[in-house]
């Protein structure tokens, strides 16, 4: 995992998600190394579910574009669709501008006319580009699976030309051989890049089908991905289940016979079946007890180390992503206010609402209890972005936070830089 570590697994650029006129997610931009835990925190409605949603394409995002393994697998056309809406409205007003200079001085119209003609042509070039932009986006959304099905498919087929090469006077193993390519040739067609990504729900009973057995969930994305072997599926299933801290009995039952914490085992088995590179758990231990919560965490530290897992770790328990994750991305309204390795985050807090969000974590001792200072964010009180508008900005090495001119120096004098 450490010869990884600069390796960019997935990559998150100006992500939007847009309901209606309901900004859930707006503009924001992280990316996760291989091989790490990425904490995403902030309080209920901030957007860090809806961004790990959007990630494994639960839904359609309004903008911006996400990237894993180097292949965009989501894009969205907003910015695209709000550069012409931009463009027109300003050829428009330039173009009305020179008609009526035309009209008080007739004698400049030639320069004038040049000049509408060059607002006109590139209005249209701009116009272009940006339906080109959108094509190819939607092109990149609809078709990242096939294209990763088809090099899938391409690996399969030069593997086996060269075993059969080698197996060509041997008439028993080349029997063998045409039924294994025949098997990992339909699984290649059913692959898809996003099965790489698997999640963990919050709500681990709603996650769970509850008229099938705990067999046939774990087992269903193998069997979506064209493996029939039913022999091979139930040793993986009891893998599997062994793993997570189960037992090979409670592949016969139903959810509904399992507690909270054991069917949180059973959708964290569902999901590493599959082999994931990347896991995407959605407070996994939020709705547990807090001895189960430790368990859970424990569970997913082993699995990682286990199985090389990256993980994006969306919570609003700021002690336990500190515990496990390491780096932190604090969101507050759909926008991403702060990202830094956890370390530093706790060591200098930045921005205001991270500083209220660590204020509020209790502590385990009455006396120290009494004395916590809790903050308030009030982000009309603290923010003028009137005319200094903000964006991220990198304060220290690796450390960013969404300020404007004004709150960097604020910042950087802060930290004596």
């Known amino acids: 995992m450490e010869n990884n570590k600069n390796e960019v697994l997935l990559r998150v650029e100006h992500l939007s998600q847009h309901f209606g006129k309901l900004k859930a997610v707006n503009d924001v931009s992280f990316d996760i190394k291989k091989g790490e835990v990425f904490g995403l925190v902030g309080e209920s409605g901030c957007g860090k579910t809806t961004t790990g949603r959007s990630i494994i394409r639960i839904y359609d995002i309004t903008g911006g574009s996400i990237y894993f393994k180097d292949q965009r697998i ?137 008229r099938m057995t705990v067999r046939e969930i774990i087992a269903e994305g193998l069997v979506i991905n064209g493996i029939k072997d039913k022999e091979y599926i139930d040793e993986k299933v009891y893998e599997i ?95 991403m206010v702060e990202l830094a390795e956890t370390d530093e985050l706790f060591a200098h807090p930045l921005h205001p609402y991270t500083r209220s969000l660590l204020s509020a974590i209790p502590l385990p001792d009455p006396h120290a209890e009494k004395k916590r200072t809790r903050i308030v964010y009030n982000a009309l009180a603290e923010h003028d972005y009137s005319v200094d508008k903000p964006s991220m900005r990198e304060i220290l090495p ?16 802060e930290l004596g830089l």
């Open 241 to 335: 289940l062994e793993l997570v801290g189960l037992v090979r009995e409670h592949a016969g039952r139903y959810p509904h016979e399992f507690s909270g914490g054991q069917r949180q085992r059973i959708g964290i088995a569902r999901s590493v079946i599959m082999n994931p590179d990347l896991l995407i758990a959605d407070e996994p231990i939020s709705a547990l007890d807090v001895s189960i919560q430790a368990q859970i965490i424990n569970l997913m530290n082993e699995l990682r180390e286990r199985l090389g897992l990256t993980i994006l770790f969306i919570a609003h328990d700021l002690s336990v992503v500190k515990y496990f994750s390491d780096r932190i991305g604090v969101m507050y309204y759909g926008n």
């Open 74 to 210: 989501c894009a969205g056309t907003l910015e695209y669709k709000e550069a012409i809406d931009n463009i027109k409205k300003e050829t428009k007003d330039a173009i009305k501008a020179l008609e009526q200079e035309i009209a008080e001085n007739p004698e400049l119209k030639s320069d004038k006319e040049a000049l509408i003609k060059a607002k006109k042509e590139e209005c249209d070039r701009v116009i272009a580009e940006n339906r080109k932009l959108i094509k190819e986006a939607k092109f990149d959304h609809k078709n990242s699976d096939k294209e990763y099905s088809k090099n899938c498919v391409k690996e399969v087929e030069a593997k086996f030309a060269k075993l059969f090469e080698e197996a060509k006077n041997n008439p028993e193993e080349t029997a063998l051989l045409k039924k294994k390519y025949k098997d990992e040739l339909r699984v290649a067609k059913n692959t898809k890049l996003v099965t790489n990504i698997q999640m963990i729900f919050q709500d681990s009973i709603a996650a769970l089908n509850p």
């Open 398 to 413: 690796g450390h960013f936070v969404y300020c404007n001119d004004a709150e960097e120096a604020n910042y950087k004098k």
